[in-house]
């Protein structure tokens, strides 16, 4: 029977099936795999299932000469070296549709807590501070009747937009870099508009765009500042599309009124300047983190990498490969 490394405890139920058709290698403890104990766990299995947490490139695949399949828990994979994966004719897969509208959700609830202030307040409430009311307490900034701007128009931007503009009667505008056909921008109600413009008239930017060398920082000190000053951003992307100190200083000095994170640079840790700020609301990367979301997720990984050994389905027809004509080729 093949081998498996499994890089992190998952969802049981989910790992379960694959107990009679593989041997497993699991973990009890939520692990910070190095990348040369990475490379060790690969240069024996014959397909590994991990989570964005794991990077692997050239250098951790460079002794693993059985190593056929690596399924990836997630959609996003900017923490795979794709190219070189492929050259070792290894092949990859995400977790495309299953979490879309969940993380969809959690992009909608971070602009809510982001434009009505809601995690604020209750630290504020918390802290005591109730007896200090004024009638202009926690002013926050309409959703309903804004223009919401989304940056990214996949799927997950895609299921932003639709609750924009048919749950919120927002405005939606969107930017990407290939447009959508036109009977889909009208059913979901979103007009397509270059970057300038969607900084310079969005009442809530969202950025949902994969993390490429061109995104990164696609939100830095100049786009900031063709934002209005009193919008609103929310990143539930990947940390390295916000230049998070230029968000803070916009933040700490008025030019920005006010910004929702799941997602940092330096994941699992959140600079000091977003820490300090008031007007943010911090979520640790929880996009797609519901019970049903995240076992659909791992029963994903579990048929990309059952296909992709070969055990149930063929390599060529995996749910969601990423690289399945240059890995069979190489
Ligand atoms: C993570 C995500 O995969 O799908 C993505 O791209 O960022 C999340 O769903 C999840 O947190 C598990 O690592």
Redesign the pocket.
């Known amino acids: 029977r093949p081998t498996v490394w499994v890089s992190q405890p998952l969802i049981d139920a989910a790992i379960a099936p694959l107990r009679d058709r593989v041997q497993l290698r699991t973990t009890d403890t939520v692990t910070a795999w190095s990348p040369q104990q990475i490379a060790a766990q690969l240069a024996d299995v014959d397909g590994a299932i991990i989570?964005?947490?794991e990077r692997i490139g050239a250098t951790q695949v460079a002794d693993a000469a059985q190593l056929k399949v690596i399924a990836n828990?997630?959609?996003?994979y900017n923490n795979l070296d794709v190219d070189a994966l492929s050259a070792a004719g290894i092949l990859a897969s995400n977790?495309p549709d299953v979490?879309t509208e969940t993380?969809a959700d959690l992009g909608f609830a971070l602009l809510m807590a982001t434009a009505r202030r809601i995690t604020e307040s209750e630290r504020w409430l918390r802290d005591g501070q109730w007896g200090q009311w004024s009638f202009q307490t926690m002013l926050g900034a309409d959703i309903h009747g804004s223009t919401l701007g989304v940056l990214g128009m996949g799927r997950i931007g895609q299921g932003i937009a639709r609750r924009g503009a048919h749950g919120f009667g927002m405005k939606v505008l969107y930017h990407n870099r290939s447009r959508l056909p036109a009977d889909t921008e009208a059913a979901l109600g979103a007009t397509h508009v270059d970057l300038d413009t969607l900084l310079a008239q969005s009442d809530h930017l969202l950025t949902v765009l994969p993390y490429t060398p061109a995104s990164h920082h696609i939100i830095d000190a100049a786009a900031l500042a063709k934002m209005k000053p009193s919008a609103t951003l929310v990143n539930i992307a990947r940390g390295g599309i916000v230049d998070e100190l230029a968000l803070a200083d916009a933040l700490a000095n008025g030019r920005l009124a006010a910004a929702g994170l799941d997602?940092y640079e330096g994941e699992p840790n959140v600079r000091p300047e977003l820490l300090a700020l008031r007007n943010i609301a911090l979520t640790p990367?929880i996009?797609?983190?519901s019970l049903a979301t995240r076992t659909a997720?791992v029963q994903m990984a579990v048929d990309n990498l059952l296909a992709g050994l070969g055990l149930d389905g063929s390599p060529s027809r995996m749910p969601s490969a990423i690289n399945a004509d240059a890995a069979l080729a190489a």
């Open positions: 989570t964005l947490n828990v997630g959609v996003g977790t979490l993380t997602v990367h996009g797609s983190a997720m």
